[in-house]
């Protein structure tokens, strides 16, 4: 029995001063409405995958082409879930590309994996010289509130900008090293990294306010919150963030986007409305 299979691709253009989005489809997955609460600049939409899980053989893709000047926002309405999987791999594939002068903010929700998952988590980006992207993976492994831990399975994460920047790795339950390790997870089971990436290098200038930002965020954390920021290549500035659960997690996250939106883009800090439902 095989899984199932959805597609979803999309296109933001800009209209003189308004960014639109267009799509088409396949299977369960769906872009909601077209929002504006900033103004016509910048398009807010929300990605809906109705059955709001994978299991073995499930496969999403979605591709995201944002064309020259557009600026476009992403986000879901709730946490994407891998399920625990009795029949092989569970994927889900992001490749968005980035026209000249093109923004593209990635702000899902967290991605939970069950325990006795088996998935793959992958997003890849393609910027033009002048494109911006912000962008975040937020991923809490079992469910601790419910006291379900996350014992056995695993998911691999793959995010990357060709050519420039690449994470990946495998979150294996029974890797005790890794999970519960001093140079690993250290007991944590929600790790979090937030991505501000240019197509060409980034000025020092804007290099060390953006750094200095996300250090001002980051300088009174909860107890039991570690995260840290740094720029592993000359295009890419990276926060990385673990914690006990998703909240503080996604807290300090959004702290940092907001601020870095409006230091460095010159927009407002408005959270997506459906973050506050």
Not at 52 to 66: A, M, P, Y
Not at 154 to 167: A, D, F, K
Not at 248 to 266: G, M, N
Request: proline fraction near 5%.
């Amino acid at each position: 029995m095989s899984g199932w299979l959805a597609e979803l691709d999309i296109e933001y253009t800009r209209h003189q001063d308004r960014t639109v989005a267009h799509f088409s489809h396949q299977g369960p997955l769906r872009l909601l409405k077209s929002l504006y609460p900033e103004g016509d600049a910048i398009c807010h939409n929300v990605l809906v995958h109705p059955p709001s899980g994978l299991v073995g053989g499930d496969t999403l893709n979605i591709q995201i082409h944002v064309d020259a000047q557009a600026h476009a926002l992403l986000t879901t309405p709730g946490a994407s879930r891998f399920y625990r999987s009795e029949r092989g791999l569970a994927t889900q594939r992001v490749q968005a590309r980035l026209g000249d002068g093109a923004r593209l903010e990635w702000l899902p929700l967290e991605t939970l994996a069950y325990n006795g998952c088996d998935g793959l988590n992958q997003v890849l980006f393609e910027l033009a010289p002048s494109a911006e992207l912000l962008a975040w993976d937020i991923t809490a492994l079992g469910l601790p509130h419910a006291n379900l831990p996350f014992d056995t399975g695993q998911l691999q994460q793959h995010m990357e900008i060709p050519g420039v920047w690449l994470e990946r790795g495998l979150l294996r339950a029974t890797d005790e090293r890794l999970m519960n390790g001093s140079l690993g997870l250290r007991g944590m089971r929600c790790m979090a990294t937030l991505v501000w990436a240019c197509g060409e290098t980034i000025q020092r200038d804007r290099k060390e306010q953006a750094l200095g930002i996300a250090q001002d965020a980051l300088t009174h954390l909860p107890a039991d919150v570690y995260a840290g920021v740094t720029a592993p290549h000359g295009q890419v500035m990276v926060v990385r963030v673990i914690a006990p659960v998703v909240e503080p997690a996604q807290l300090v996250l959004r702290a940092v986007w907001s601020a870095w939106r409006q230091a460095l883009w010159k927009v407002g800090g408005t959270f997506p409305r459906i973050w506050a439902m």
